[in-house]
């Protein structure tokens, strides 16, 4: 009997106890500062650019003279946009020459994250125990009872504690 009260009590004792890991559990609506993580993404991705087709040409109508030799009569062409082009005759030869500007496109792929912590402040009522005047004379009158009737009443309660210790 007497191992059986003292496992109750401490039972009791140790049951009572809240850890602060509990209490923050118990009074999760009490917070009033949260805390929220943001992630802000951006995706940039690659493109395609279409370039435009472009072409251009050349007609040359070309003779003989008495001596043998070509002769460049009438030139006509269309210039591109992005082709010029260049016709020439030397030595009885004829050359078309286009050229063109390298075309670079450059369109960055990168992806851009950022992380920012964002910080709420939350009101929340907070309860107010009002302290009443009556309170503590109360306690204090139940006290001095208690005091006296232990005083009182010792042998009679020491009787029960031996039986049942």
């Known amino acids: 009997m007497k191992k059986l009260f003292l496992i109750l009590l401490v039972i009791l004792t ?15 609506e009490c917070k009033t500062h949260t805390t929220e993580y943001v992630r802000d993404s951006i995706y940039i991705k690659d493109t395609v650019v279409n370039v435009k087709a472009d072409s251009s040409y050349v007609e040359a109508l070309l003779e003989c003279d008495s001596l043998g030799n070509v002769r460049l009569k009438e030139l006509t062409g269309l210039q591109g946009k992005l082709i010029n082009l260049e016709a020439s005759l030397k030595n009885n030869r004829f050359k078309a020459k286009a050229k063109t500007d390298t075309i670079k496109v450059y369109v ?22 009002k302290d009443y005047w009556w309170k503590w004379p109360l306690l204090i009158w139940a006290g001095l009872v208690t005091l006296f009737l232990l005083v009182k009443y010792r042998f009679f309660i020491t009787n029960i504690l031996k039986l049942i210790i």
């Open 108 to 129: 960055p792929g990168s992806t851009e994250i950022r992380y920012r912590f964002k910080d709420k402040i939350v009101e929340r009522p907070v309860t107010i125990y």
């Open 14 to 28: 140790v049951s009572s106890c809240v850890t602060t890991k509990q209490r923050l559990k118990i009074c999760n």
